[in-house]
């Protein structure tokens, strides 16, 4: 019988608001099983680059990322945000250790290539990328992994990579060896049926219901990142994906009534 592995992704809603993310980190400290974290990078980024005088373009809701954009980004979510909730998680007696992806090499990326629009700095991954391993090493030494949005190519190039694939393809590649379940965490109860109420919680999603809400305009793009890479890891081995709501992670651990879940 295999581990239960927790990984869970966050993003900047949460980051952005310091007593959100200390509630949710207390909740997530207190995950008896074994776990992850993966997050994003919230408006700190944009923040700094407006200060720097650093135009920021963003294509489809993907951040161009040139030399002086990748520089930022670097220092804020490998940087100030990852140890900011190393730093937090320490105190609520968690041990969590922060990671880029070019930490020990656990994450390998290629440049995105993309036939018209050049995202520079930007790194795809995949699960041969993951260097499944070492995690497990890690996990074994009771460690809690923390991973930023940052990768690189073992050529000395750092990469902007999308954290809700970084969280899928962690979890693809340790469900040979884990009981995964897979928990994207946002500021929805779940993906809604009807953008204006929050209430309307669509409970399961398989691609078929995905491709018809697509088709139908109703789902905005900031949560087709999120799906795409959720039935990314449905459809390779990963046994439970949900999305829920940052302040339902306790009650979702313990009830697994919580958001919607995504189905083959």
């Keep these: 019988m295999k581990d239960k592995l927790y990984i869970i992704k966050i993003g900047g809603n949460l980051i952005d608001d310091e007593q959100l993310l200390d509630g949710f980190l207390e909740q997530f400290s207190e995950i008896n099983e074994k776990k992850i974290l993966v997050h994003g990078g919230g408006k700190l980024a944009t923040t700094l680059a407006d200060k720097l005088g650093v135009e920021q373009k963003m294509i489809n809701g993907r951040r161009i990322t040139n030399k002086d954009t990748l520089d930022i980004v670097a220092m804020v979510y490998a940087g100030s945000i990852n140890k900011n909730i190393v730093a937090k998680l320490q105190q609520k007696k968690c041990r969590a250790i922060g990671f880029s992806g070019a930490d020990a090499n656990l994450i390998k990326a290629r440049k995105r290539e993309h036939a018209e629009i050049d995202f520079g700095f930007v790194g795809d991954i995949e699960k041969k990328s993951v260097n499944r391993k070492l995690i497990s090493k890690l996990i ?15 050529k000395g190039n750092l990469f902007n990579t999308n954290a809700d694939t970084i969280a899928s393809v962690i979890a693809q590649a340790l469900s040979a ?51 795409e890479n959720a039935l990314g890891a449905i459809k390779n081995n990963v046994n439970k994906v949900f999305l829920i709501k940052e302040t339902e992670l306790k009650n979702h651990i313990e009830n697994h009534h919580a958001g919607t879940e995504i189905c083959l």
């Design 140 to 154: 074994k030494l009771k460690l809690v992994p923390v991973f930023s949005a940052i990768t690189h190519d073992k």
């Design 177 to 227: 060896k884990y009981d995964v379940e897979l928990l994207y965490c946002f500021d929805k109860k779940g993906v809604l049926e009807d953008v204006g109420n929050p209430e309307s919680v669509i409970k399961n999603i398989s691609e078929e219901k995905f491709s018809t809400l697509k088709n139908e305009g109703k789902l905005h793009k900031g949560i087709l990142p999120k799906l």
